[in-house]
């Protein structure tokens, strides 16, 4: 796991700031950008994918019971999943200020 | 029974090779051309990259999005870069050094890498005929820094530095048809291809790997900040310039045209341009002499596909 960069000293990088973990990104949550949540009715999602496909985080995720949800660590709140979701069954709603 | 395994998405790989936590704005179609393009290219895959968004959302330091190897190098060469490192993993294939397989290397660019900056050594990459992918990205300006105009901004399309106003119409150039460039080139494999239609570009981009020789694979990625649109609106407007014919999906496999997707009939040119704001300042007039471009343009490339 790939410190965070505040706390790297120079000496630790590898020459060329190589970096040698791939898809360390992951550890970045995105999620934290979200003004409105995905909420997926789950009895009108027929699992097409469609969401899935169209994602540009790859924050949709599959639950338990086989229907499509978003990932809320990286889910930044796009609504594009809503907008092409061919059964309408994805609404938004505003994050709430906590 | 697993309803998900009947419907096409099914067929689409499901590992991510360019991962979550990427900085892409909200909505980024630009974001999505690369996961898709990255689906269908896999692990055996050595990209460079040249700057622009994706590669600042992909790579801030410790952290990298790629599940390959990637290199990021200047704005101007990453398709040389590619060049040599296919070359040289051929050369150290050949003295037994590394394992025969087959690797696809992949040069990436934004448009303005493409279009203006690198044009040099792109062309000296298809004409030394190395085994490899171009990838363009095109979301019609520098983007990264602010939404300045490159030479593949569209005809009266406003950015920051072709400014909309009292005397100007915003971008007054028309925008440089890279595909058609690259298939001056007599390269193998030439297509364009859009996220909105993301089983045409990942077949694109797997027949492109499997060719032998260059490829270059033009893409349009729409991005929503720079063409000021709704962020939940990237795969519908990617999906409108399609079936308005402003960019249409073909691709020529050794010099033969052929159209991926035809749309039964055109839309008219103004359903994709209004609603964006960047060509919100456009009148009728202007509207009118994009439609008499896109239309000439259009019957030209089916006169291509036809043979004619
Ligand atoms: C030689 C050089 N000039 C300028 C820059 C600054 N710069 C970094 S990214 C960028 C814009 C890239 O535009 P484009 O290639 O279209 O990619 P996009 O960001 O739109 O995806 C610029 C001008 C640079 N890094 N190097
Ligand atoms: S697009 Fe809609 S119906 Fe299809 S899997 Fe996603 S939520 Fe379910
Ligand atoms: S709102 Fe956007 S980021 Fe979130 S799951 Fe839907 S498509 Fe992905
Ligand atoms: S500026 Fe545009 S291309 Fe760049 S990350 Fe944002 S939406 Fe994507
Ligand atoms: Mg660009």
């Known amino acids: 796991m790939a410190k965070p960069m505040e706390q790297i000293k120079w000496q630790e990088l590898e020459p060329g700031a190589v970096v040698t973990e791939v898809g360390s990104a992951r550890e970045y949550h995105t999620g934290t950008w979200r003004s409105a949540r995905p909420v997926v009715d789950s009895k009108g999602c027929i699992r097409c994918g469609v969401c899935w496909l169209f994602c540009p985080d790859a924050a949709i995720i599959r639950a338990e019971d086989g229907h499509f949800e978003a990932d809320l660590t990286y889910c930044k709140g796009c609504g594009i999943c809503a907008r092409e979701c061919p059964t309408g069954c994805i609404t938004m709603m505003a994050e709430e200020e906590e | 029974m697993d309803r998900f395994s009947v419907f096409a998405p099914r067929l689409v790989e499901k590992a991510e090779n360019f991962t979550s936590g990427h900085r892409a704005c909200q909505g980024c179609a630009e974001a999505l051309a690369v996961r898709l393009v990255m689906k269908a290219l896999g692990r055996d895959t050595i990209v460079a990259m040249a700057t622009g968004c994706m590669e600042i959302v992909s790579s801030p330091l410790p952290t990298t999005a790629w599940m390959v190897p990637w290199i990021h190098v200047a704005f101007e060469n990453a398709s040389a870069v590619v060049s040599g490192c296919e070359a040289g993993m051929k050369a150290l294939m050949r003295k037994g050094k590394v394992p025969e397989k087959k690797i696809t290397f992949v040069a990436m660019g934004g448009d303005g890498a493409t279009a203006d900056i690198g044009m040099g050594q792109i062309s000296g990459v298809m004409e030394r005929g190395h085994d490899m992918i171009y990838i363009c990205y095109d979301n019609e300006a ?17 950015t920051t530095t072709s400014p909309a106003g009292k005397y100007s119409i915003g ?33 694109k981009v797997k027949k492109a790997s499997s060719i032998q020789g260059p490829a270059y694979i033009h893409i349009l990625s729409v991005c929503p900040t720079g063409w000021r649109i709704p962020i939940d609106e990237s795969i519908r407007y990617g999906r409108l310039a399609v079936d308005t014919g402003v960019f249409p999906l073909y691709e020529v496999v050794d010099g033969s045209y052929k159209m991926t997707y035809k749309p039964y009939r055109l839309r008219p040119v103004n359903d ?7 060509f919100r300042h456009l009148t009728d007039k202007e509207t009118g002499v994009i439609q008499d471009r896109v239309t000439k343009e259009y019957e030209g490339l089916l006169k291509r596909c036809e043979g004619r």
């Open chain 2, 272 to 278: 994709y341009l209004k609603g964006q704001g960047r």
């Open chain 2, 171 to 203: 971008q007054h150039t028309q925008k440089k048809n890279l595909p058609q460039i690259a298939v001056a080139h007599n390269i193998p494999y030439v297509a364009t291809a859009c996220p909105s239609f993301p089983f045409d570009l990942m077949q």
């Open chain 2, 142 to 158: 520098y983007m990264n820094t602010g939404i300045q105009r490159s030479s593949s901004t569209p005809y009266g399309a406003s």
